[in-house]
């Protein structure tokens, strides 16, 4: 793909799956060059990276692409093996239960903040009874632990993390509290926020929420 670096990442700077790549970038240490997409004229190296879905984030690794969010983060943890974990190692149980909470995460959240800011009325009030049903179901299965895997941060932190910089959104579009309705999963978005590979690269929350409120101007119902 012509004089590429050798690591490139094409991305959205608010894309919540671009966000889960740079944080697992961050914590490997690895050097990358980020190039922003204009979403609305996608560029031909996005497009010839990515033909089957034509859509960031793609991870560009000695000129080989890669796509899809938790693809790639699991192959930065296998091309980058010595630093940070980000799944068990020698415990085919705990991957197993690791991805399958990063496909919940995939499955539930992204629809359910689709339909909180894109709909009105009943239908945007069983959204936010959906996502509430959804945070209290990752709260559960956070229980006492500090991260999802454990005593360290890991897969399922990197795939849910990245909606964390929206919970202000989704309370603003919805009416409701996380934190009154789901304390354990705000005290651990705050404590991934201690971590310098998270706090970098989240955007800040009022400037996502003015993203939102554009799409809802322009593609939410009437």
Known sequence: MGDLPEVVLLDFWVSPFGLRCRVALAEKGVAYE???????????????????HKKIPVLLHGGRAICESLVIVQYIDEAWPDTAPLLPRDDPYAR????????????????CQTRLWK?????????????????????SELGDKPYF??????????????FTCRFFAYEK??????????????????????????AKVLPDPDKVFEFIQFLQSKFGAK
């Open 149 to 162: 895997g454990g005593d360290n941060f890991g897969f399922v932190d990197i795939a849910l993390v990245p």
């Open 34 to 52: 980020y190039r922003e997409q204009d979403l609305l004229n996608k560029s031909e190296l996005l497009l010839r990276s990515n033909p089957v």
């Open 173 to 198: 579009l919805g009416g409701f509290s996380i934190e009154e309705n789901c304390p354990k999963i705000v005290a651990w978005a705050k404590l991934c926020k201690e971590r310098e590979s998270v």
């Open 96 to 111: 197993a239960q690791a991805r399958f909470w990063a496909d919940y995460i995939d499955k539930k959240i992204y629809d």
């Open 119 to 139: 709909l009105k009325g009943k239908v945007q009030e069983q959204a936010k009874k959906d996502m509430i049903e959804v945070f209290t179901t990752l709260e």
